[in-house]
């Protein structure tokens, strides 16, 4: 067939053409050659003039556009041929179904490829709404065990709500204020899980400020303090879980002798609570220092 061809006479010779089925594995810019088409059974008595897809730019600018940049596997495992097969007026149905050559994965059965995968000649630009959710399970599992598992207001979004472009992930900013001024994008994740966001945990090196957010009297007591607790980190005592509250005896096991904390069955009757420990009250005892002591004058003033 020659190179150039005008559309008139090319459309003649399109009403008589016989296509010839390329192999797919071969590229799709094989040069164009005159060839028999033997196999197509088609138009047996007429001469036979093959149709290549190298052929197909002549006439169509667009999809070959497409297929060249962005056709990935369209462009490089098959062939146009491979998916139209023969041409009109010869035959006119050479619009392929994707299960022709897709099939065995739950993701296949969906039905509506094109509504998600928009330009078949460009498979991987995928385009979706935001209310998108069931398709996504046909990949991914996890996420929605997640979500189900831990019931909350993000369990009722649709997955591509968040996620409205494939792949990308939203920031929590996007839609939430920060607690405080000081926090970032960033800090959302020490202690949110997107898909179970109220099962607040955090890593023994949260820094306090961040807990600062929300309890500001603890952080300035703490800090304030003149105890060596105030060297610790919130999350040192309050550890992984949010609302998680240690017993004084989870570090410092027995400290006293057994008669004293029989007497004195809480810590807190004389040191004051953790933040603001050992905060004797004006009067308390120099000789408090012995807890021996403590317990035959318990002058140490309990603070709560
Ligand atoms: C000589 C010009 C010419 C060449 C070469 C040509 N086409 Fe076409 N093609 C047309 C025209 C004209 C139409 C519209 C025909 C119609 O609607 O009946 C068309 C329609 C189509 C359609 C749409 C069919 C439909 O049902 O909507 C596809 C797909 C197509 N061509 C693919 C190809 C492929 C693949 C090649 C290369 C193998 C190719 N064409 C080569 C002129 C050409
Ligand atoms: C993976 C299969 C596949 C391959 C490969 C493929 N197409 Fe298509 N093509 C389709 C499908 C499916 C449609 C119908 C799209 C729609 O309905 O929106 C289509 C539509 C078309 C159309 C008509 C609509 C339009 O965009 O103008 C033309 C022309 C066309 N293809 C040409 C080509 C050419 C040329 C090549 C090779 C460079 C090619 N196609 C490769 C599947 C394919
Ligand atoms: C003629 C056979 C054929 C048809 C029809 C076909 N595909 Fe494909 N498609 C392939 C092949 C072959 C691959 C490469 C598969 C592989 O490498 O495992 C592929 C790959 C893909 C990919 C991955 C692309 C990449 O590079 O990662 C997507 C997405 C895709 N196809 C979507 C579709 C959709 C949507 C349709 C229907 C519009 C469709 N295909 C129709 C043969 C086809
Ligand atoms: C709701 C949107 C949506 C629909 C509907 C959809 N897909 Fe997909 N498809 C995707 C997304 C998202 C990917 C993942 C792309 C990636 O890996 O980057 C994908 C990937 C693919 C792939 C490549 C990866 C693989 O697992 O093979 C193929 C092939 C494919 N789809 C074919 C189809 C076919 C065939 C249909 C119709 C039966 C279809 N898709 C319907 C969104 C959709
Ligand atoms: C055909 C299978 C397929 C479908 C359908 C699909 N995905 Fe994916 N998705 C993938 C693959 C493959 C990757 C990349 C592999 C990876 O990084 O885990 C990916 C990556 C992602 C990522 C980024 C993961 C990361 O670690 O950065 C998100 C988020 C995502 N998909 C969400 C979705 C959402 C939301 C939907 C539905 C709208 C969806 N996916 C539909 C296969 C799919
Ligand atoms: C409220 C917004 C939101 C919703 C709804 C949502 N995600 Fe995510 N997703 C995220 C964020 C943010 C991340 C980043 C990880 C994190 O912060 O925990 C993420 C991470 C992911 C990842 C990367 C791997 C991982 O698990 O961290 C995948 C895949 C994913 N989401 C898929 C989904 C699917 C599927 C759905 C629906 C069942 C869904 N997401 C619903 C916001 C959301
Ligand atoms: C695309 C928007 C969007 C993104 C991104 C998003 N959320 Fe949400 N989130 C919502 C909506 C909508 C609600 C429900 C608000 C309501 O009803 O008051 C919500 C509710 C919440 C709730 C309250 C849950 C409940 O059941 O009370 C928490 C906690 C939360 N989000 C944390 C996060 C965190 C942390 C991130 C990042 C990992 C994040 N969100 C990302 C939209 C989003
Ligand atoms: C130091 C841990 C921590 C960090 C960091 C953190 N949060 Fe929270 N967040 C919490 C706790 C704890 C709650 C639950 C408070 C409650 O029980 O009322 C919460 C509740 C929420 C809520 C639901 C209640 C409300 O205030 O609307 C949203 C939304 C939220 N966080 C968003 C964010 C965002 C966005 C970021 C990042 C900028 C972030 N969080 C960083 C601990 C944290
Ligand atoms: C978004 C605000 C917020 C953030 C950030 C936050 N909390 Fe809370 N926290 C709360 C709320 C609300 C309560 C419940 C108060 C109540 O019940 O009176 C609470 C309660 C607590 C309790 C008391 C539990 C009990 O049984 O009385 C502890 C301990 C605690 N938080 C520690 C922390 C630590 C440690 C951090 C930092 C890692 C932190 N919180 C970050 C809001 C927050
Ligand atoms: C997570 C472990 C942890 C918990 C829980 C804990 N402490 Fe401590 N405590 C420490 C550490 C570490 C020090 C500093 C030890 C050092 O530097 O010698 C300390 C020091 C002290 C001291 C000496 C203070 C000083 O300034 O000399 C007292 C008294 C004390 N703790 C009492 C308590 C009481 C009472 C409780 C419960 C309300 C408690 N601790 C809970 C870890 C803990
Ligand atoms: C040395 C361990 C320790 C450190 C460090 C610590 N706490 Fe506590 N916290 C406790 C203990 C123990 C309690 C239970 C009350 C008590 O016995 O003092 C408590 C009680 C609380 C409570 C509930 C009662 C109240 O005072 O509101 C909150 C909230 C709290 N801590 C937050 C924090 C924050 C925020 C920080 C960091 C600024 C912090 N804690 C640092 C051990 C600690
Ligand atoms: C009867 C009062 C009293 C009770 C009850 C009490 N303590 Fe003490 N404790 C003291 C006194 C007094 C000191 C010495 C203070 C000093 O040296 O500044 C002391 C010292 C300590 C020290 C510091 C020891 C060192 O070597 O520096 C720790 C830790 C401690 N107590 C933990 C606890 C814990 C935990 C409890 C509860 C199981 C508890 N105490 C109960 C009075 C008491």
Not at 93 to 120: D, T, V
Not at 150 to 164: R, V
Not at 219 to 238: D, E, G, I
Request: aromatic fraction near 2%; charged fraction near 20%.
């Amino acid at each position: 067939m020659k190179r150039i061809v005008s559309l008139a006479s090319a459309l003649l010779l399109l009403a008589s053409v016989a296509v010839a089925a390329e192999p797919a594995a071969k590229p799709a810019a094989k040069p164009a050659a005159p060839q028999a088409a033997p196999a197509v059974a088609a138009a047996p008595a007429k001469p036979a003039v093959s149709l290549t897809s190298a052929d197909c730019v002549k006439c169509h600018a667009k999809a070959p556009a497409d297929v060249e940049a962005k056709g990935r596997a369209h462009k490089t495992k098959i062939t146009c041929q491979d998916c139209h097969n023969g041409h009109p007026p010869t035959n006119r149905k050479i619009i392929p179904l994707c299960g022709q050559c897709h099939e065995g994965k739950p993701h296949y059965k969906l039905g509506g490829c094109l509504q998600c995968h928009k330009n078949p000649h460009q498979p991987k630009e995928i385009v979706f709404g935001r209310d998108v959710t069931d398709p996504c399970l046909t990949c991914h599992s996890p996420q929605i065990g997640q979500l189900k598992g831990n019931p909350s207001k993000h369990t009722k979004l649709a997955c591509s709500f968040c996620h409205d472009v494939h792949g990308k992930i939203p920031q929590c900013t996007q839609c939430h204020k920060a607690h405080s001024p000081e926090q970032g994008p960033g800090d959302c994740k020490k202690c949110h899980k997107a898909h179970m966001p109220k099962a607040v945990t955090y890593a023994a090196d949260t820094p306090s400020k961040q807990c600062a957010s929300c309890h500001a009297k603890a952080f300035n007591m703490l800090v304030a303090s003149k105890a060596k607790h105030k060297s610790l980190l919130c999350v040192t005592c309050h550890q992984e879980k949010h609302k998680m509250v240690p017993k004084c005896q989870d570090c410092h096991g027995v400290p006293h002798a057994a008669g004293i904390m029989s007497k004195f069955p809480k810590c807190a009757d004389c040191h004051g609570i953790a933040h603001d420990l050992n905060n004797w009250k004006t009067g308390a005892p120099a000789g408090a220092a012995d807890p021996a002591d403590a317990a035959k004058k318990p002058a140490l003033k309990k603070k709560k």
